[in-house]
């Protein structure tokens, strides 16, 4: 379903951001994308959606990331970005919800029912009619994943998708992206939660892929992790040695 | 709150008052555009001496606001700022045209005091109507209805991502102000030697983030065309409204009702 060949982007000439990427990703599968920061992993998900040109070939269920394909591309890949301040800009929730099926074609009857049941789903009804600037950042959160949602797309990019989330959310959000039967691609810090809900990890690093493999034979990888200024997941790395007796 | 926190609120009043619900609120915004648009041509096309023609132009704003439940208090203090540059308007008719034109009793009045008076009358009726649009129609809404009139689709989007960019020019603004006060404590505005820096990096910072923006609507199928902004109202409602207000406008510019009901009193 997403094919990298050969990528190569930079920000500027002399500092590359991706050096020669080329890896694929098939239709339900679910990825966990780490990395340390500034290693590209936002760039990455940037290139699919054509938001950046590159040089190289990349291609989104059958069709190359150029501007021919641009729409039907977007419309296949939902996009959670990393900064939600970005991602709602009209005024209520419900609106911000709707703006995505409205602008592929839906009626405005179906678009409202579709939110009612994407919100139900997420237990997030109380926000359905909430101004976007007068809610919390864990709340923006959640109704941004919801407006992605509510797109009903073939794929997902989550950019750091648990961020300022609390426990109970966090919770929630994990049990969202296991029943969603799509393919994902998840770029995050929170190990844990790539263990929970990513059957493989691709590693990014100075620019390249430098390990893709199942997620039991990375994240359980000490010494890799540490490599790459990461470190193992919370849940296996256990309680902190200064609690230990 | 800082002075860009309390306009960024302002504009966030705007867009709470656009999405209230009274009858107003519930027409088509096609209709809505239309009206103010006419109401517009229509109290322009008045002469500057017919004072007493146009009076009766008020009734418009006073009985939609009424309709529309905003206290027409509201759009006074919202436009306090330009309200003042419109009355300025005629100020100085009175020093070049004296010739008089009416008596009323011992009374003599100018023809520059005359104009004067009109076209601070016509400023003030405009900015209400105009006013009474955007209280009461989204800013989608309306670029919508603009498209619906042929508007080009460079010119609705220009205005809208205008509008969008004010609020992010305005937030980025009031956060940058936080951050500066908080390290610089006691300091009132900022400091000259700092200028410099802050304009750069808000003008960066807010090109940034109109760029995400744009591109996180783009992200979402939108190509310059309003679809998500269609709602459902009342067709019929809309269009009677639309020809009863452009009707009584026409009537109200040709036929002096002011002098009539005077008559008819006395
Ligand atoms: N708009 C930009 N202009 C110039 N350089 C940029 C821009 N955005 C990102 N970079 C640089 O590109 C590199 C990769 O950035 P990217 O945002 O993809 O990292 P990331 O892996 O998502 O990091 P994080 O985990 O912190 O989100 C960084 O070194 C960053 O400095
Ligand atoms: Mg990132």
Excluded at chain 2, 109 to 123: A, E, F, H, N, Q
């Amino acid at each position: 379903m997403i094919e990298f060949k050969d990528v190569t982007f930079g920000y500027s000439k002399e500092n590359e951001v991706l050096k020669g990427i080329s890896f694929s990703v098939e239709e339900g599968e679910r990825v966990g994308l780490i990395g340390s920061n500034g290693a590209g992993k936002s760039t990455l998900m940037k290139a699919m959606l054509g938001l950046i040109s590159c040089e190289g070939e990349i291609s989104i269920d059958g069709l190359r990331v150029e501007q021919k394909n641009i729409a039907a591309i977007r419309k296949t890949l939902g996009y959670v970005l990393q900064d939600s301040d970005n991602q709602m800009f009209m005024p209520t929730v419900l609106e911000d919800m709707i703006f995505g099926p409205l602008n592929y074609g839906m009626g405005r009857a179906e678009a409202e029912k579709l939110v009612d049941d994407t919100l139900e789903r997420m237990s997030l009804l109380h926000l359905k009619n909430r101004q976007n600037y007068k809610m919390s950042g864990g709340e923006k959160r959640m109704a941004a994943i919801a407006t992605i949602l509510a797109m009903q797309p073939k794929g997902m990019l989550m950019d750091e998708p648990s961020t300022a989330l609390d426990p109970r959310n966090r919770r929630r959000l994990i049990e969202i992206l296991n029943e969603l039967p799509v393919t994902k691609i998840i770029a995050t810090h929170d190990l844990d939660l790539v263990l929970e809900t990513c059957d493989r990890v691709l590693l990014l690093a100075n620019g390249t892929i430098v390990a893709d493999g199942k997620v039991e034979e990375i994240l359980w990888n000490q010494e890799l992790l540490e490599q790459y200024n990461l470190e193992l997941p919370f849940c296996i790395a256990g309680i902190p040695e200064r609690f230990k007796q | 709150m800082n002075k860009a926190e309390h306009a960024l609120h302002e504009i966030h009043a705007m867009n709470e008052l656009a999405a209230m619900d009274s009858p107003i609120h519930r027409l088509g915004a096609l209709a809505k555009v239309v009206v103010t648009v006419a109401y517009l041509l229509v109290t322009i096309s008045f002469s500057i001496y017919d004072c007493s023609g146009l009076l009766i132009m008020v009734l418009y704003p006073v009985l939609v606001y009424q309709i529309a439940g905003i206290p027409i208090r509201t759009c006074f203090y919202k436009l306090r700022i330009i309200l003042p540059l419109v009355c300025a308007v005629g100020l100085f008719n009175p020093l070049f045209d004296r010739k008089t034109i009416l008596v009323i009793g011992t009374l003599h009045i100018s023809g520059g005091v005359m104009s004067m008076v009109t076209l601070m009358m016509k400023g003030i009726f405009c900015l209400l109507a105009s006013f009474l649009l955007i209280a009461t129609t989204s800013i989608e809404e309306i670029c919508h209805a603009l498209r619906q009139l042929h508007v080009p689709k460079l010119l609705t989007s220009l205005l809208l991502l205008t509008y969008r960019y004010v609020s992010v020019l305005l937030e980025e603004v009031g956060i940058m102000m936080e951050a500066y006060h908080l390290r610089a404590p006691g300091q009132k505005g900022i400091h000259i030697s700092a200028w410099g820096s802050f304009l750069g990096q808000l003008i960066l910072r807010s090109m940034d983030r109109a760029t995400a923006l744009y591109e996180s609507m783009e992200l979402r199928g939108f190509h310059g065309e309003f679809y998500y902004a269609k709602k459902n109202y009342n067709k019929r409602a809309s269009f009677i409204y639309a020809v009863l207000w452009i009707g009584a406008f026409v009537v109200m510019r040709y036929v002096n009702l002011t002098r009539l009901i005077g008559g008819i009193v006395s």
